[in-house]
């Protein structure tokens, strides 16, 4: 492949790239690349938004470069002890394991097996001791860090900033000294972080990595990235009906950008047609993205189910099956559970309270019967054959 | 002693006592209190300013209380790798040994050996991992360390703080924990520290320290705080007649401040009288601090030696003298060397460019006579005998 028509595959859809001139240099060496790409393990869904970059890395893979994907396992132990950084829970050694398996099981449907390096930075980070992490705190200043946009934003408003959340930014650059990253990838929200990292490779004499980033895809909400915390994404590894439902539900107005980010890599992506119905245009775009994660076919199956579910209001065919004694514990003694345990024990509702809240939007139906008492209790004899429903897409069946 | 007297005399001549009520009550309880300061060990000399607080501490000794004197061994030993701050230079082990033994033995003539404990941080901070690192960093906020006074101050007028220097105050406060102090002394510049150090305690399950501050004793310029970097200081352990002479050197309206806080404890200090003629005044706290640090009527000799040098031009009794053989390698093929390269080697100018400079003021003499040429040089064989002064207090003869 000629070089030039290299760079522009791998720039194409980026928003950042720091520097253009840097990275032809790097293409030109012939040398295989080190294209690190950081993960936070303090959750377990890829979803639509992350897979962005991942379809970058993966074009950076299939010229003949590696991937090497960092697990931020360390970082994620420690956690944020003052509880003043929301997307810095703690979590265990086990935890962090499993999130670790899952990722790197979802990955495979995004990046090759081969000329990919999956790195834990608990293996540098771990045997630091305080020394270490003070020379590195030396390396950069107050000043520059509150020019971070959130930091900015929060110290602005008043919002607390704690000292530890400055170091974090430094371990995440150290990462790329470590691994001698020639490229690092990220969201354009990672922009500011992908530069320190160049600082601080250029203080250790390494050439500073290029930093590219891609675009933040919107949630389904059409506001605010999508992100798991915010709850508004489609994973990669949700089953097709789940990523059609959702994908049915975005805006209208966000459909040209996910047809350009959220179908596979750039370059691939199906031509999003303004004059076609706005309808017409979603449904190819679900049956797009659950072909692309699902296999071809997958798409158009998983519109028939959602047809049959949303124009029928029958049940859908593959309905989770649940155990009437898997209630009992729960029973008073006439033998009756409330309709609001019944749907958390169905994972229809995710607590007591938001089961409630669901039966008084009128959102919960037995049998397509909707439920209008938040307080109703129904009687275990006569649980096993029902249909239960929590909002449009969520259904359980008793044996 | 009744406890309401020991309030009365350990907070005479404070500035803040954070807070008087915590520090009554634990007198109250009878246990001996463990009162700590700090120590940076980046100079070796103990000067009047720091003798405040020492002698605060001495009266808490005196009542019966623990003197924990922490000697800042560790975060000396780390500096500022990047020179951001100029109080942190990097020291080896070495240099920190050395001032450690010379403040111990300077500490003597102010603290009682008994109830004393000299601790260095290297002990708990060197064996500190990354994770407790970067959980004590989480316990405060980026908006709390720029409140303090220097922080903002640098912030504001856009100079440099390195991230590093958000840890050390930290550090400093977790040497209290570790310590467990009762009560922490410092100058009023320390405030901001030793309630930081409060709070980590309380975080910690301890009763916080009480933060008890002293004034910050004006340098000889009347101007700045005293300190060793402005060069601006009497030594306790300098001979008497450096410490005489540099105390006729202090304002007149800095008087009062000194006669009450440089002669030794508050409360010993001699009466300060303003319808006095100023230089008496001046010659009587001279003699005190003298008579202070080196013993009754020391600071009578000094005064009288002072007298003879500066009223006759004599040089004084105890003229350093130099061999002449030390200048032997410096001299050109006609055997002469520098007057400036003279004053250098005899140690009255700190290099050739001040030597210069000394010679082009008029400040340097050979037996009375000054130097006019900057370039002036003499022969090795014309120098013993000879007798060198530069500016008024440097002197040296030649053997």
Redesign the interface.
């Known amino acids: 492949v000629a070089q030039g028509g290299d760079l522009e595959q791998l720039t194409s859809g980026a928003v950042d790239v720091v520097t253009e001139p840097e990275l032809a240099e790097r293409l030109a060496n012939g040398r295989p690349l080190r294209v690190k790409l950081g993960i936070d393990p303090t959750a377990s869904d890829i979803h639509l938004g992350f897979a962005v970059v991942l379809w970058k890395l993966r074009q950076f893979q299939d010229l003949g470069h590696t991937a090497v994907l960092i697990l931020g396992d360390f970082t994620a132990q420690?956690g944020?002890?003052?509880g003043?950084s929301a997307t810095r829970p703690r979590l265990t050694r086990d935890e962090v394991d499993a999130h670790a398996a899952t990722y790197v099981e979802q990955i495979q449907q995004i990046l090759s097996p081969e000329r990919l390096e999956v790195r834990r930075n608990s293996e540098w980070?771990?045997t630091?001791?305080?020394?270490?992490?003070?020379?590195l705190?030396?390396?950069?200043?107050?000043?520059r860090?509150?020019e971070r946009d959130d930091?900015d934003t929060r110290?602005s408003s008043?919002t607390?900033?704690?000292?530890?959340?400055?170091?974090y930014p430094?371990l995440q650059g150290w990462d790329s000294v470590m691994v001698q990253a020639d490229v690092e990838l990220g969201g354009t929200d990672q922009l500011w972080n992908l530069l320190l990292a160049r600082q601080l490779q250029q203080q250790e004499g390494q050439a500073p990595q290029v930093a590219l980033t891609a675009p933040l895809l919107v949630g389904l909400d059409g506001e605010q990235k999508m992100s798991k915390s915010l709850g508004n994404y489609v994973g990669i590894a949700e089953p097709p009906a789940e990523q059609f439902g959702k994908l049915m539900s975005i805006p209208d107005d966000r459909m040209p950008e996910y047809y350009r980010y959220a179908t596979g890599p750039v370059g691939e992506a199906p031509a999003f047609d303004a004059d076609r119905p706005a309808v017409e245009s979603k449904r190819a775009l679900a049956r797009a993205v659950v072909d692309r994660y699902h296999g071809a076919g997958a798409g158009e199956a998983a519109e028939a189910e959602f047809d049959r579910v949303f124009k029928s209001h029958d049940s859908p065919s593959d309905v989770p099956e649940h155990d009437v004694q898997s209630l009992a514990d729960q029973a008073d003694g006439d033998g009756r559970v409330r309709v609001s345990s019944l749907l958390v024990a169905t994972g229809l509702a995710s607590s007591g309270k938001d089961g409630k809240r669901l039966i008084e939007q009128g959102g919960v139906r037995r049998d397509g019967e909707p439920i209008a008492d938040v307080d109703a209790t129904v009687s275990l004899a006569e649980l096993p054959g029902t249909t239960w429903q929590a909002g449009k897409r969520r259904w359980a069946r008793f044996r």
Chains 1, 2 share one sequence.
């Open positions: 420690v944020d002890p003052s003043r980070l771990g630091m001791g305080i020394e270490d992490v003070l020379r705190s030396a390396r950069t200043t107050v000043a860090m509150l930091f110290y008043g607390p900033i704690s000292v530890m959340e400055f170091l430094l």
